[in-house]
């Protein structure tokens, strides 16, 4: 069912509060002369004039509290007159920092009203980076027109999904892969727990809405991926301590998590189509 759906936009002291280097006016000193810098307000601003508005923002941690106002910052695009597919608005993850650590990458991705949920979809989408010289302005907001086209077949995925059931084993199989995609040596490992998973199959499956309930592969899907990306669970530790799951909050570690585990049920997706 296609539906429209208020879309709200951040305004300026919302980006600012959420991603501060969004606003740098300049380069790092670090860059050279060469280093091509266009402000990402610039391309937000241009974005809006073409039909784009900025929904969320959010901003790497930074060590150094020099490198701050520089650091690498990550937006998400949503078309002003985007149609939903039963509730899947399709959106343009930019991701850009003004001190050399990142390119401009635009990825496809998706944001699900019935868990307040931004997902970001895998390789098999068009994605662009641009780097920081040339046309960069041009180059970008062409990328965001390419990006978008393919994330708004990501409807056309989910549907696809809706219509593959997992059995329970098959289920328990997705989701311990799932689990070692978030804990083994990936680079959004918890350094502090062992390699092992601190929870198992059964936690990430754990319903959390009615919307989710079905054992189809796109319900199961949003499940794993609301519980690994969220966290909360309760486990022990080996010697008997309580320990809570943390959520996957750093850009790096959210892109990689979210890009892995679409990949691997695009996998299962094929295996279970082609049987």
Known sequence: MNSNRNVIAL????????????FATEAHDSRSERYAYIP????????????????????????????????????????????????????VILINSCDG???????????????????????SFEEVSVAHKGDVMGNVIEGTYRVIEGAEQIGRVAADWKGINLSTGEAHAYANAALQLRWDGSPTADRNVTVKPPIQADAV??????????VDLWSTYNRIQENLVKGGQRTYTADGRRLRVRGVNGIDGNVALNRALWTLTECLANLKQAA
């Not at 601003?45 to 690498?72: M, P, V, Y």
């Not at 499956?205 to 079905?214: N, S």
């Open 101 to 123: 650590s990142s390119r401009y990458k635009l990825m496809a991705g998706f944001f699900r009203f019935a868990c307040a949920n931004g997902l970001i979809v895998g390789q």
């Open 40 to 91: 990402t307000l610039q391309i937000i601003n241009r974005l809006a004039d073409e039909g784009f508005i900025c929904t969320d923002a959010q901003q790497k941690r930074s060590r150094s509290l020099e490198r701050a106002s520089f650091t690498k910052h990550l937006l998400r695009f949503s078309r002003k007159d985007a149609v939903l597919v039963d509730g899947v608005l399709p959106q």
């Open 205 to 214: 499956l754990r319903v959390r809405r009615e919307e989710d309930r079905g």
């Open 11 to 22: 305004d300026s002291q919302q980006i600012a509060r959420k991603a501060p280097s969004v």
